[in-house]
């Protein structure tokens, strides 16, 4: 989106409740009015309601359900994430796009959203359901200034808290599965994929991938998760407005990354905790083996702990624990 719709925006959602007129839009923009006259028309086509007013001037009255990238920036609040949004109809995974950016040396904060993978991807190369318009499916391109590659991992860890946070303000019970799950009632809502370009001690970029379930009715989901995913929507019966649904996960994701590259970490552990899946339950992790195992929390640097039948203390820094 150019600089100017973005903002032409950014002028008329600080101005919900008068109107600006068109020659104050072309002042302000630097712009001719016909240009003015031209972009509001581009941002009806958006799904954007203006009313116009002889002598008054425009107002927008309700910004589009339909995602799109000038809807996406339409009360963003944040100061970097998704300044710069680059949104697509279909992709086979916006991690593709986004490393594609990051190596175009995109911004700090550049977000690519698609309305919907084809080929969407989870852990190790595992498949990702992100059905056409029903989910948020987006990737993040992060520079950290001084984080090491170790520290890359507890990132998701992070983003995991923000989704819960922001989530749990609709009134939903989150859990979160170690490392990178959003489960609600049992279910799976959401997954993080956290990919990074570095260097021995030196991190260049990191791709911060989300998919969640937002818009599905039971028969949106793919059979093979039929069983054990869940969307917004079964948990609430609201359907959500993805572009406002966005927005607030991005405000949530930007606050926790800044308190997590000043702070450190070790802010994270007990917020984290007390979202744990099944903390304190039996249940059975995947290392090497399959073995029983109970979570106990996790360490300060983001690994898991648990116990084994022993009464061992088992530190794990890569598992899969299963549901
Ligand atoms: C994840 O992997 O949970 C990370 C998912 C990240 C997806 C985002 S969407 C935007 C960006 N672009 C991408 O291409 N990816 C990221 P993992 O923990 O490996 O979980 C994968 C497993 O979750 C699959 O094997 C299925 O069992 C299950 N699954 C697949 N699609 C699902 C969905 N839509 N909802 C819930 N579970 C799903």
């Given at each position: 989106m150019g600089n100017t719709r973005k903002r032409l925006i950014d002028i008329l959602s600080s101005h919900k409740d008068t109107y600006v007129s068109g020659q104050e839009l072309s002042n302000m923009l630097n712009i001719s009015r016909s240009a003015v006259w031209k972009h509001m028309n581009e941002l009806k086509k958006d799904g954007y309601q203006i009313e116009g007013v002889t002598k008054k001037g425009y107002r927008i009255i309700n910004s589009p359900n339909d995602l799109s990238a000038s809807a996406l920036q339409?009360?963003?609040?944040?100061?970097?994430?998704?300044?710069e949004i680059v949104y697509k109809e279909?992709?086979?995974?916006t991690q593709l796009v986004a490393h594609e950016l990051a190596r175009e040396d995109?911004?700090?904060g550049t977000v690519v959203v698609a309305?919907?993978?084809?080929e969407g991807r989870g852990r190790m190369r595992r498949y990702w359901d992100s059905k056409d318009g029903l989910g948020l499916w987006f990737s993040s391109i992060i520079r950290p200034m001084?984080?090491?590659?170790?520290?890359?991992?507890q990132l998701t860890l992070v983003a995991a808290v923000a989704i819960a946070d922001c989530l749990s303000k609709k009134g939903l019970d989150i859990k979160i599965k170690w490392p990178n799950d959003i489960f609600v009632g049992g279910r799976k809502l959401a997954g993080i994929l956290t990919e990074m370009q570095a260097e021995q001690d030196f991190v260049q970029y990191i791709i911060l991938g989300i998919g969640m379930n937002v818009n599905?009715?039971?028969?949106?989901?793919?059979d093979s998760i039929k069983e054990k995913a869940t969307s917004l929507f079964l948990e609430t019966r609201e359907k959500m407005n993805l572009n406002h649904l966005l927005d607030q996960l991005l405000e949530e994701l930007e606050l926790k990354y800044e308190m997590f590259i000043e702070?450190?970490?070790?802010?994270f552990k007990e917020k984290w905790e007390s979202y744990?899946?099944?903390?304190?339950e039996w249940l059975q992790v995947k290392t090497n083996n399959t073995w029983d195992a109970k979570v106990i929390g996790i360490h300060e640097d983001g690994a898991l702990i648990v116990t084994d039948r022993q009464d061992q203390e088992q530190v794990l820094y890569s598992a899969e624990i299963i549901w």
């Open positions: 339409w009360d963003l609040k944040t100061d970097w994430l998704g300044q279909q992709v086979k995974s995109a911004k700090h309305r919907e993978q084809t001084y984080i090491e590659p170790k520290r890359a991992s599905h009715e039971i028969e949106d989901l793919h702070d450190g970490f070790h802010l744990a899946y099944k903390i304190g």
